[in-house]
Each structure stands twice: as structure tokens, then as C-alpha cells.
């Protein structure tokens, strides 16, 4: 099984509050209170998540989680912390100790947010390290769902990326390598609330923020992955912007790379050309006619122009 999630608290009726947020959700709870016997249960399964306190008795809740990632990296690691113990927490996290701390007392949904993440990004993580074409297209369809308005775009920003790369005769790897960049492009967007994602109008600007993280998440993702660099580089970089005006670096021109501002130009005319909630797409010929006018700003204008150069009759 894939979806098991430890808790380790050695207090009873916080592991007892814990537990209860799971009920009759797709996780199945164990539970420790204390850290060598959580490390034995991590020896003898899998573990898609462990929720460590950062008090349990036989060692600190930072060092558990460093150890279970010594045993099973790909486990993903929530620490439970003090106010007063925030400064270690935020330094386990830079070290790769920690995927993310809640503050005690934490917010129910919040917890399972984290966790409902983690079992899926440990599901994810093995058949995104072996590189199987049809594994990667099949996750890049789950993330899909959260959004059925979405439903097909990693589909069809592959095949429009596909028709730049032919433009531009680039090699065998690289094209392999867009086109997987473009199925898990926004695979960051696990981590961003469903609430959001389906937001029927425009976002507030801190919903907005949340949403400007999803590169920087789905390229952790990549990484710990082994993703080649090229779809890493898809993933973190599709929003960047060629006049320098996006996200999440703000990095402008060629200071993107090649596959990112393929792939941009794509997902721009996909996004332009889907129904949402609260606007029709264009039809083709006007989506070409605003591809025009971002050429050289959102968009490079040679790949703008090699891009609708192959939409052309």
C-alpha cells in the first residue's frame, strides 16, 4: 500500500485528535509514541507520510524525520512545532530535513492538506524517477482532475510545444524532454487548494500568491525525482515572462531557458483557447491574432512566430 501516513506523538489525546482528521479519507493510520519505534515501522513498510511532534521521547522530532529520510527518502516529513522551536523547523526545511511544519495548535484542513499532498507526492515520486513515458503522461492526467476545465491541456500544450521543437530541428533528447516538461508543467499545482484552482472568478491577490508557488513546488518535485534538468527547468520556469515581468524568478529573454519559452508559448495559446467558468476561449484565428500581440512581451517572438507559422493552412 501507498497511502500509509505515521503519527508520532507520545501524548494520547492529541495522537487521538491527530487520527481523527483521517477518518474515511484515502490514508491508513499508524501510530507511534516514540521515535525508535517509529523508525522500526518505517523498516518494515512503506510510509507515504510521517507527522512527527517535535517532543517525542527518545529524540527530537527534527532528528526522526532526518533519520526516516536516511531509511525511505522518498517519505514525506511534517513536523509539528512550538512557536519558540520555528527557527529550527525553517532550518530543517532548507536542509531537506522537514517538507513542511505546522505550528501547534494547527488548523485541521491545513494538516490534511499537507498529508493528502504528501501521500501523493510519494506515489508520484518512484514512476517519475524511472522516466516511464506512459507513468509520466498518466500523473500529469491525475493532476488534471482537480480541475476538469483543465481536462486534455497537458495533451494538447505537448503536441503545440511539439510543433515549435519541429520548427526549430532540435535533437531526439530534447524533444523527449519537452514533452514530458509539458504533461507535468503544472504539477505544482497539487500543493495549491482545490478551492482555488476551481476559483470561478479572478483571484485576491494572496490567493494569487499561493498560486505563484506551484513552479517552485513542482520543480522540488522534479528534483528529488532526478527529473533530467530541461523539464525541471519547463516546470520552474513556464511563467517567466520575455520582457522579465513574471514568475517566479522574473527572469526576462534568454535568461529562460529554450524549453521553458517553448513550452510558454504553448500553454499561453491553450489557455487562451479552453472554456473557463467565467470566460469562453477565443477561437482559433483571434487566439492567433493575440498570440501576436504578445510576441516580444509575455512570449519570445521567434517562437510566437514559428508557433503560428505551423497553425497556418
Known amino acids: 500500500m501507498d497511502n500509509a501516513v505515521l503519527l508520532v506523538v507520545d501524548e494520547a489525546n492529541m495522537l487521538t485528535a491527530l487520527a ?81 511544519f505546522h505550528e501547534k495548535p494547527w488548523v485541521d484542513e491545513e494538516i490534511v492538506r499537507t498529508v493528502e499532498e504528501g501521500v501523493w507526492r510519494y506515489r508520484v515520486m518512484r514512476p517519475l524517477r524511472d522516466g516511464d513515458e506512459a507513468a509520466v503522461r498518466s500523473i500529469a492526467q491525475t493532476i488534471e482532475l482537480r480541475d476538469p476545465y483543465t481536462r486534455g491541456h497537458c495533451d494538447r500544450v505537448a503536441a503545440f510545444a511539439l510543433k515549435i521543437v519541429e520548427g ?66 519547463i516546470i520552474l520556469c513556464h511563467h517567466e515572462r520575455f520582457d522579465g515581468r513574471g514568475y517566479p524568478t522574473g527572469a526576462k529573454g534568454t535568461e529562460i531557458p529554450l524549453e521553458a519559452r517553448i513550452v510558454a508559448v504553448a500553454d499561453v495559446f491553450d489557455a487562451m483557447s479552453t472554456d473557463r467558468p467565467y470566460a469562453k476561449g477565443y477561437d482559433r484565428a483571434e487566439a492567433m491574432r493575440v498570440m501576436g500581440v504578445l510576441r516580444g512581451a509575455a512570449l519570445d517572438p521567434q517562437l510566437v512566430d514559428i508557433f503560428l507559422e505551423s497553425l497556418t493552412p
Open 168 to 233: 526549430l530541428s532540435l535533437p531526439e533528447e530534447m524533444r523527449r524532454a519537452i514533452k514530458h516538461g509539458s504533461w507535468l508543467h503544472d504539477c505544482g499545482e497539487i500543493g495549491v487548494p482545490e478551492a482555488i484552482l476551481n476559483c470561478p472568478g479572478k483571484l485576491s491577490a494572496s490567493e494569487f500568491e499561493v498560486v505563484k508557488k506551484h513552479p517552485g513546488w513542482g520543480a522540488e518535485i522534479g528534483r528529488q525525482a532526478n527529473l533530467p534538468g530541461e523539464v525541471i527547468n
Open 20 to 100: 481523527r482528521l483521517f477518518l474515511g479519507r484515502d490514508v491508513r493510520v499508524l501510530r507511534s509514541g516514540n521515535g525508535e519505534e517509529a523508525l522500526g515501522i518505517v523498516r518494515r513498510e512503506p510510509v507515504a507520510v510521517v507527522v512527527s511532534d517535535n517532543l517525542v521521547p527518545g529524540m527530537a522530532g527534527v532528528e526522526l524525520l532526518s533519520r526516516v529520510r536516511d531509511l525511505s527518502p522518498d517519505t514525506v516529513r511534517v513536523l509539528l512545532t512550538e512557536t519558540a522551536d520555528l527557527p529550527a523547523a525553517t532550518e530543517a526545511i532548507h536542509r531537506g530535513e522537514v517538507f513542511r
